[in-house]
C-alpha cells in the first residue's frame, strides 16, 4: 500500500461489525475520498472497497467452546494484524466491537502511539465492568450506538460521543407485504410466522431444530399459520440448509427484511437481528442458547436483567426471552400460539417497540461517526476534510 498518509485500518470480526463497518466505510469515504483502508471484514467491507488482510468468518464466534476450537486460527490473525500495525502504522485503527480480539490489538496500538477509535462498544455495561479502566486508557475515542452507553462511559471518563444506531437507516423492507406474499405464495390475511435462528452456524445448530419441532407443533394446532425462514448471507453454502425444510416453512433468500416485516410475529436468536425487528416494529419471541460452560460463567458474570437489546433499550421486558433450558419446542410453540390468540397484546408490543425504535435516534449514524473519527485524524496531524 503507497504511503499516502490517510490510512486507516478497521477491524470487524463478527458479520454484524462487517455490516456496520461497511456503512461507516461509505460515509468516510464519501467525506473523504482520498482514505485508504484495510482490515479484517467480510462481503460488505469488500463491496465498499476495503482491501481485507483477514475474513470476519474466521473470527466469529459464540461461546468459550468455540474460543478453544478457533484459537489457532484467531491467534494467526491477531499476529498478521500486530505485525501489520508495526510496519505500516496506519494513522488510526478503528475497532468494531468484538472485544476480547480487539482490546488485545488496541494494546499493541497504544505502544506504538497510534490513535484508537472503537465504534460500537463492547458490553463493558452488561458483564465484566472492569474493562472500561482499560478503555479509558487505550482508546481515544469510543462511539457508541445506545443512548445509555454515553451515559456509562462519561461517568468513567472515557471520551465518547453517541450517534445514533446505523441501522436505523439501513434496515427497511424493498417492497410490501402484499407483494413479498404474492412472491412466496403466502396468504397476507393468515398469520405468518418468521424464524430466526443467527447468522452462525453454532447458533443455527442450536436453535433451528428447536424452531422447526415448533413450527410443526404450531401448524399441527393452526395449520392456516405460514412459516418463513429468511437464510443469512453468511450462511448460503451451509450444509444445515442443504436438507429439506417442512412443507409450509418457506425458505427465503436475501429478503431477510421482507420477511421480517411481512410477519406478524418472529421467533428469533438473540444479538443485533433482534433491533433490527424492533426497527421494523415486529413482535418478537427470543430464544438463547450457549454451551453449558458459557452459560454459567454468563450468570457468574453478567449483571443486566435482560439477554435481548430490545429489552434493556426499553429498560423493561417488552418482549418474551426463553433462555437456556427453558428454549424447547413446546415453550417456543406455546408462547406463539399464546400470542396468536391474544392479537391485544401483540399490539401493545408494536407500540412498546415503536419507543424503542425512536431512542435508537435519527438516521445519519454513519456519518456522524465518519466525522467523528476525521476529527480525530486532524487532532492527530491529518485534517482530511
Not at 467480510?42 to 468468518?57: M, R
Not at 480480539?101 to 465484566?128: E, M, T
Not at 475515542?141 to 452507553?149: A, G, L, Q, S, W
Not at 433499550?313 to 427453558?326: P, S, W, Y
Request: charged letters at 20%.
Amino acid at each position: 500500500m503507497a504511503n499516502t498518509g490517510e490510512h486507516i485500518l478497521i477491524v470487524a470480526g463478527e458479520a454484524s461489525g462487517d455490516l456496520h463497518g461497511a456503512h461507516l466505510v461509505r460515509a468516510l469515504k464519501q467525506q473523504s475520498p482520498q482514505l485508504e483502508i484495510c482490515g479484517v471484514g467480510g462481503s460488505h467491507l469488500t463491496t465498499e472497497g476495503v482491501t481485507l488482510l483477514g475474513s470476519s468468518d474466521e473470527l466469529a464466534v459464540v461461546g468459550v467452546f468455540e474460543v478453544v476450537k478457533k484459537l489457532k486460527t484467531v491467534w494467526r490473525v491477531y499476529k498478521q494484524l500486530s505485525r501489520y500495525l508495526n510496519e505500516h502504522r496506519p494513522d488510526v485503527l478503528i475497532l468494531i466491537d468484538y472485544p476480547e480480539f480487539n482490546l488485545r490489538l488496541a494494546r499493541v496500538a497504544h505502544r506504538l502511539g497510534l490513535p484508537i477509535v472503537y465504534y460500537i462498544s463492547p458490553q463493558v455495561w452488561a458483564w465484566r465492568s472492569n474493562r472500561v479502566k482499560l478503555i479509558r486508557r487505550l482508546v481515544t475515542k469510543m462511539i457508541v450506538i445506545f443512548p445509555f452507553e454515553q451515559a456509562f462511559y462519561k461517568s468513567h471518563g472515557v471520551d465518547v460521543e453517541w450517534v445514533g444506531h446505523p441501522l436505523v437507516e439501513s434496515v427497511r423492507p424493498s417492497q410490501s407485504k402484499d407483494v413479498f406474499c404474492r412472491q412466496h405464495e403466502l396468504n397476507p390475511t393468515q398469520p405468518i410466522i418468521g424464524l430466526l435462528p443467527g447468522s452462525r452456524e453454532s447458533e443455527v445448530e442450536r436453535l433451528l431444530p428447536m424452531m422447526l419441532e415448533a413450527a410443526q407443533r404450531i401448524y399441527a394446532q393452526k395449520p392456516e399459520v405460514q412459516f418463513v425462514l429468511p437464510l443469512a448471507a453468511s450462511l448460503e453454502q451451509s450444509a444445515l440448509f442443504q436438507t429439506a425444510l417442512p412443507s409450509f416453512v418457506r425458505l427465503v433468500r436475501q429478503q431477510t427484511y421482507d420477511a421480517i416485516h411481512a410477519a406478524d410475529l418472529v421467533v428469533t436468536a438473540s444479538g443485533t437481528v433482534t433491533v433490527e425487528t424492533a426497527i421494523l416494529e415486529t413482535p418478537m419471541i427470543i430464544t438463547y442458547i450457549v454451551s453449558p460452560l458459557t452459560y454459567w460463567l454468563g450468570r457468574l458474570f453478567i449483571n443486566v436483567p435482560f439477554i435481548g437489546m430490545v429489552n434493556l433499550i426499553a429498560n423493561k421486558q417488552i418482549v418474551k426471552e426463553l433462555i437456556q433450558t427453558q428454549v424447547t419446542s413446546e415453550a417456543i410453540a406455546q408462547e406463539v400460539l399464546t400470542l396468536l390468540e391474544h392479537p391485544e397484546q401483540l399490539e401493545i408490543i408494536r407500540q412498546d417497540l415503536r419507543v424503542v425504535r425512536q431512542k435508537l435516534g435519527e438516521t445519519g449514524a454513519a456519518e456522524r461517526a465518519a466525522a467523528v473519527i476525521l476529527d480525530v485524524l486532524k487532532k492527530y496531524g491529518r485534517d482530511l476534510s
